[in-house]
């Protein structure tokens, strides 16, 4: 875990109330795909966590969704400078011994799986993505997934854009050996139900600290409670209990 300053390069709107942010600063305690960063905000008690979307040696880039007044005051901010602890959570791992891999994502549950998409492409696995949405108006990345050669399919609840229904109706006929996902926890049950290979499920939780030491996020599993913060937010599917 690191914090430090970091600052705004860039803070734009990419969909409905969807922002994407790119900061400078220091990368160094990112390690894995799906890690999160905290940020403190002028006037908030709690830091506000953020799945890192991509990283490089001196920027981070993330994507949020506009749902309250922390995210509202964050998307206001241009310019300017951020306390932000990085490299929290423990990330997805690269299975070896898997070649076709999914990576499953609704809504600003698919930021952490662009990094993901990137790292399991450099370990020589055929990548395809699912990429889900309410209504075509909140739809964005596809275009970022298809340039890494991902095969992308882009799903809408009401029909408007890709193909209409939830992500476990874009599931016929692609083959797998292993899934990632990132997104709402009804989405995450439904494709647990779906599914009859081993996955790793991103979890999201209201969270304290950020780092493992207020047990507010704590959560029951097969092998005992665990920190969605710290022992997460990645669980594997074999040990959730729903």
Known sequence: MYQGIYEI???IKIANDVYKMTLKGNTDAISRPGQFINIKLTGKYLRRPISIFDYDEKTITIIYKVVGSGTKQLSQMK???LDI????GNGYSISEGTKNVLVVGGGVGIPPLYNLSKKLLLSQKNVIAI???NTKEDVF????FSMLGVHTYVTTVDGSYGIKGFVTDALSGLDFDEFYTCGPEPML???????NVSGQFSFEERMGCGFGACMGCSCKTKYGNKRICKDGPILRK?????
């Open 9 to 11: 390069i860039e803070n």
């Open 79 to 81: 310019s300017g400078k």
């Open 85 to 88: 602890l990085t490299g929290l």
């Open 131 to 133: 990429l889900g949405f």
């Open 141 to 144: 990345c596809e275009k970022e």
């Open 189 to 195: 049950k439904a494709l647990y139900n779906a599914t």
């Open 238 to 242: 074999e040990e959730i209990i729903w």
